[in-house]
């Protein structure tokens, strides 16, 4: 079970370690992550290793520094990865580098692609986590984005794999419903839900689409009957809602490595998302099913998904072991990857 | 047979002589040192309530150390026992069920710590009869948790139940007092053994209670030794006054039931027939309830102040001079013994007593005209008594030689019943809206590993019909897949077609709760240890959803009449049921959504045996408020009792108390700073109306701009909860000092956004399934607030939108129009 520290920090909470892998080296790699920045923290939560929770708001006090020192210490740490960075992970860095020494070593990955620099915000942590690299506080700074090096060119050239959930035996043979869809994205520009649900509603057999926000306005144009609005899922109710479903819809505009897609494939259920650009899948054929390669075009989304929903009822032997396949595949390299950055 | 010598007892206590004066304090001393003089080989213990001031427990220690093991209990904040943290957890001024359990838990986990010193199970505990708290421990005993070896004894002092009967017309009714009542009960009718002072006082508990013979024949009489320590310290001669008449002195409780009125008004009348009288009516005591002593006071006449006097602040030496030189009055309407009477007569004194209270008048120790004088509990007797008191005198003193204590007799060796096999069992998982919700449950199923249980999932068919795929996914699993017509919202039907599933014990397990591995293990053993048990279950952990800790506590109360009237606490929905109490009480469709509540809730009031362990062993995994409760539901529940009673008044005229949690009527619902971030412009339909976005997030004031136009309100939308939407509240800004004000509306879309409706609202007007409030005007810089009522529901599809507008003679420039906390009321679900 997790312990609870002060001032809003939080370590190895239940659903941070629950569907965790394991491995005998990386275990012991401390990852710091914000308790409220829901993607990254899923993505970390599959990792192996130790989970700090980080506040992004409240400043830390010293009581919280010295409980964070003191499980560094007790776990006896040293490789520690921020994933992904704010202010508050900047001076808790800088304070580590500066007390730890050369005995541990610091790493930051960042879940960020450009199209989000319309938040100048990103562009700004950037900047922090480059200056942090030159004043020798971390020893490498890594993406899960490929080809981050175009962007900053101190990035490792390497792309950090994300870890799909490790989930449990007791989820095998979980029953779908044939006829619905879960399109699990915000309403931004984004996130295209427009175009997911129109192509939703537009494919035949679809009799369900659960939805977390509602497409405003669309009914002027399009049959809404058949969606309904499930709000954000989290922990237990979100992985059985998606291994409820035929297939998941979330073909955005742009991503890096979204964790909706890798907790459906975790539970068996295929998921489409855009073109996401990682070569290390790129001949695998579940991206070839999976991937949509235009964002905009409900008719094409619609064709795609009609494609994978006839697959997993004419052969679901067959989608099942494309999907392990890929997901074998990626729990390799995720962990190949992490070794590589991190020297160990 | 065989017999056996006992070896320990506990007593549950929270008065110890010295520290408390009260008589239960001294009874409990005395019953050290009878015990000690008898030379038993006994070990007592004393267990003592965390709340005992640490600061006496040297003192208790020193005075006790060869005569019992003093073991005070640990607070529930500081046990790790999960039920006893999240007890701890709830709110400290709570009038709610808790106020009256957690004494109990308390008790009960400090009377399992004590066995763990005492090296092995007590041969008895031995708890008050009031208080309530013996409620944790007796249910841990019928449900075969705790106590398997140990005698529960009950010693009738008063329970606050018939206290309350008999200080009648001043109570305030309150469900607490019900609790307590019932708790109370519990214990009398559970108790393996009940012990009494008096033989009309026992005649009398089962009488009130109800009890049959059945239950006097494991009431036990016995006298316990009286010491008079505390009087042997003092000059016990009598010292009457030595000049003057003599006085009479009431030094009980100034409390209802101790009649002190009585004293006053026989006082008065005694003075009006002679005024010359000089003696004093003293009332030496002191009392909690100011506006009772008030009343008291208020009852003596000016011309007898001098000599009726109520002297409440008095020390104890003062208070032994004043008795010493008094003729005693006991005028109280029931004792179960009164020490206070019997010390009194062992000092010679004259003693006057109310014949209508059963522990003198039908006691066989107190003779009138020998040891004592009684009156016949009007005050005009009283004065008549008293009057004959000058002249009497005392032929002997009361008898109180004490009986040896249950604890030291041999006894038969109680035969403990063999094991009993666990009883066939099903598990019946229902509820079910979507395959999510069913796979979520078989998740838990199979995490649980039921390896002799039968599991029974009944799916709707209006969910899961024409599907066959879920029928062949539950046999995959071995599980056995029902059917129910429609949504499943039909408990008859359900109700029999789970009476024809071939098992002694159904576990009813709704979608929403789930199962800790030991509670089919313990609810089963509970049913194959008590056949009369018809419901087993037991407290309800609520689960955070997101970080999946246990953040609140639903406590029940299992077989409590009083609080089944009222409430809906029998037993969570989650429980074990004997089939054979199904057969025979069926569900009632006509309770709709509440059906399981009425169910349980009749069955207790109609005496079935019902226990909740005192553990959390269920989850719920959607939190709310609370418990759920309803005027129509509880009304007709009472109502039916006053039926079953037989009387001519209809109780349904009564509107039930009790009921007014926050959950039966609305549960609020608000829409934080990050989800109106996810709202957007929607009128007018084109964002290109100027060249700045009219609505977006103002991070700086944790609040969204709607910035209105001439000529039209602009509105903005965002996704509203599932429900039926009753109020909505925001808090809106004026943000900026260079408007001539704006204009804040709110309104409720409960159906489709559609052009329609939207332009109906620009104009003011609406369509049906829309609301909109009344507009509310703010000068620049100026804060306030909107309020929507509203009477349109949806289940799936609510909008809120928030409109701004320009008022008449204002402009548009600088109108930084910001709502921000928008709370929502949603009605309840069901009656």
Redesign the interface.
């Known amino acids: 079970m997790g312990e609870m520290t002060t001032a809003g920090f939080g370590f190895n909470e239940a659903r941070d370690i629950q569907h965790a892998h394991t491995h005998p080296v990386l275990d012991r790699v401390l990852h710091v992550v914000h308790a409220h920045w829901h993607g990254v923290r899923s993505a970390t939560a599959c990792a192996p290793g130790l989970k700090l929770l980080i506040p992004h708001e409240e400043h830390l006090d010293g009581e919280a520094m010295r409980h964070v020192y003191g499980l560094i210490t007790k776990f006896d740490v040293r490789k520690i990865v921020f994933q992904s960075y704010s202010d508050i992970a900047d001076t808790l860095a800088r304070d580590m580098k500066k007390r730890l020494g050369p005995d541990v070593d610091l790493y930051v990955v960042t879940h960020v692609t450009s199209a989000q620099f319309e938040h100048h915000f990103e562009m700004r942590m950037l900047s922090l986590i480059r200056n942090a690299y030159h004043l020798g506080v971390f020893k490498r700074i890594a993406s899960v984005k490929p080809n981050f090096t175009s962007i900053v060119p101190e990035y490792w050239p390497e792309t950090i794999i994300n870890y799909m959930p490790n989930i449990g035996l007791e989820f095998d043979g979980m029953m779908f419903d044939p006829s619905a869809v879960f399109v699990p994205i915000e309403n931004t520009w984004r996130k295209n839900l427009y175009t997911n649900i129109l192509a939703a509603c537009n494919t035949e057999g679809i009799e369900r689409i659960y939805t977390v926000n509602w497409p405003s306005a669309l009914e002027t144009l399009a049959d809404l009957s058949r969606l309904q609005l499930v709000g954000y899922k989290r922990g237990l109710d979100l992985l059985t809602t998606l291994g409820s479903v035929s297939a998941v819809l979330a073909v955005t505009l742009a991503e890096c490595q979204p964790m909706t897609q890798l907790e459906a494939f975790a539970l068996g259920t295929p998921a489409l998302t855009g073109p996401l650009g990682l070569a290390e899948f790129a001949s695998h054929e579940l991206t070839r099913v999976c991937e949509v390669p235009h964002l905009d075009n409900p008719a094409l989304i619609s064709q795609y998904l009609k494609r994978i929903i006839d697959l997993r009822t004419s052969d679901p032997a067959a989608l099942a072991e494309m999907i392990a396949d890929y997901n074998q595949l990626r729990a390799r390299l995720a962990e190949e990857r992490y070794l590589m950055l991190l020297d160990l | 047979v065989t017999t056996a010598t006992p070896k320990s007892i506990c007593f549950v206590t929270n008065e110890l002589f010295p520290i408390q004066a009260g008589g239960i304090g001294r009874l409990m001393y005395n019953f050290a040192v009878h015990n000690a003089n008898l030379g038993s080989g006994v070990r007592i213990w004393l267990l003592l309530p965390s709340t005992f001031p640490a600061d006496a427990l040297p003192q208790v220690e020193a005075i006790y150390a060869e005569l019992a093991v003093v073991h005070r209990a640990l607070p529930l904040v500081g046990r790790s026992e999960q039920l006893a943290q999240l007890v701890a957890r709830l709110p400290q001024e709570s009038w709610a069920f808790d106020r009256a359990y957690r004494a109990s838990l308390e008790y009960y986990l400090a009377l399992l710590d004590a066995e763990q010193h005492n090296g092995g199970p007590f041969d008895f505990i031995e708890f008050p009869d009031y208080g309530g708290w013996a409620g944790a421990s007796v249910a841990a005993k019928r449900a075969g948790l705790a106590f398997h070896k140990t005698i529960i004894a009950a010693r009738l002092h008063s329970t606050l139940g018939l206290i309350a009967h008999h200080e009648r017309f001043y109570h305030h009714p309150s469900s607490w007092l019900g609790y307590v009542c019932d708790l109370e009960r519990n214990l009398l009718e559970r108790a393996d053994l009940v012990v009494g002072h008096v033989p009309g006082i026992a005649a009398r508990n089962a009488e009130f209670y109800r009890f049959g013979p059945e239950w006097r024949g494991r009431v036990h009489i016995e006298f316990p030794l009286l010491t008079r320590d505390e009087l042997d310290d003092q000059d016990i001669r009598l010292n009457p006054s030595a000049d003057g008449d003599p006085s009479f002195i009431f030094s009980s409780r100034l409390q209802p039931f101790k009649r002190p009125d009585l004293f006053i008004n026989a006082a008065i009348g005694f003075l009006e027939a002679t005024p010359e009288y000089t003696g004093a009516f003293r009332l030496v005591s002191y009392g909690w309830d100011q506006d009772y002593i008030r009343y008291l006071k208020d009852l003596i006449p000016p011309t007898w102040t001098n000599q009726i006097i109520i002297i409440d602040k008095v020390a104890a030496e003062e208070r032994q001079r004043f008795l010493r030189q008094s003729i005693v009055v006991v005028p109280s309407d029931y004792e179960s013994l009164c020490l206070f009477a019997f010390e009194a007569s062992i000092l010679g004194q004259k003693v006057i007593l109310n014949r209508r209270c059963e522990a003198f008048g039908s006691f066989e120790r107190w003779i009138d005209g020998d040891n004592c004088l009684f009156f016949d509990g009007s005050a005009e007797d009283l004065a008549r008594v008293m009057r004959a008191a000058l002249s009497w005198t005392p032929r002997s003193i009361v008898d109180t030689r004490a009986d040896p204590p249950y604890w030291t007799l041999r006894r038969r060796r109680d035969e403990h019943p063999a094991p009993q096999p666990l009883p066939k069992t099903s598990l019946v998982c229902y509820g079910f809206g979507?395959?999510?919700?069913?796979?979520?449950t078989?998740?838990m199923l199979?995490?649980l590993r039921l390896s002799d249980i039968e599991v029974h999932i009944f799916l709707a068919n209006a969910i899961f019909g024409g599907?066959t795929?879920?029928a062949r996914?539950l046999e995959?699993?071995g599980w056995n897949a029902h059917f129910l017509a429609g949504y499943g919202h039909q408990p008859e039907q359900f109700g029999r077609r789970l009476a024809r599933l071939d098992q002694e014990i159904l576990v009813l397990l709704p979608y929403g709760f789930q199962l800790h591995p030991q509670f089919l293990a313990h609810a089963r053993q509970a049913m194959a240890q008590s056949p009369n048990l018809a419901l087993c279950s037991s407290h309800v952990r609520v689960i955070d959803?997101?970080?999946?800790?246990a953040h609140g506590l639903r406590l029940y109360a299992g077989d409590l009449p009083s609080t089944a009237m009222l409430e809906n606490l029998v037993t969570p929905p989650v429980a074990a049921i004997r089939r054979s109490v199904l057969i025979e009480n069926p569900f009632d469709d006509r309770a709709r959504s509440y059906w399981f509540e009425a169910w349980t809730r009749q069955l207790a009031l109609r005496g079935h045996e019902i226990v909740i362990m005192p553990s959390a062993e269920i989850d719920a995994l959607h939190s709310d408020d609370g418990i759920a409760n309803s005027h129509r539901l509880t009304g007709t529940i009472i109502d039916d009792v006053g039926i079953a009673a037989g009387l001519p008044a209809r109780l349904i005229a009564a509107e039930p108390k009790g009921v007014d949690n926050a959950a039966s009527r609305v549960q609020r619902h608000d829409i934080a700073n990050s989800q109106l971030r996810?709202a957007?412009q929607?009128w007018p339909?084109s964002r290109e109306i100027r060249n700045f976005a009219l609505v977006f997030y103002r991070g700086d004031l944790d609040g969204l701009l709607v910035h209105p136009i001439g000529g039209t309100p602009v509105i903005a939308?965002i996704?509203g909860p599932?429900g039926a939407i009753r109020r909505v509240d925001a808090a809106v800004i004026n943000a900026h000092d260079g408007n001539r004000g704006i204009e804040f509306a709110l309104a409720v879309a409960s159906r489709?956004?559609?052009?329609e409706g939207l332009e109906a609202l620009a104009r003011g007007a609406t369509l049906p399934g829309w609301a909109l409030s009344p507009w509310t005007r703010l000068e620049p810089q100026h804060r306030g607030s909107v309020a929507l009522v509203c009477m349109e529901e949806s289940s799936?599809?609510n909008?809120l939108l928030l409109l701004s507008r320009v008022p008449k003679n204002g402009t548009e420039s600088c109108c930084h129009a910001v709502f921000k906390d928008l709370r929502l009321m949603m009605a309840p679900l069901g009656l």
Do not use: K, Y
């Open positions: 979507s395959v999510a919700e069913l796979n979520r078989a998740l199979r995490l599907d795929s879920a996914f995959a699993n959803p997101e970080a999946r800790r996810s957007i929607i339909a939308q996704a599932s489709a956004v559609t052009r799936t599809a909008s």
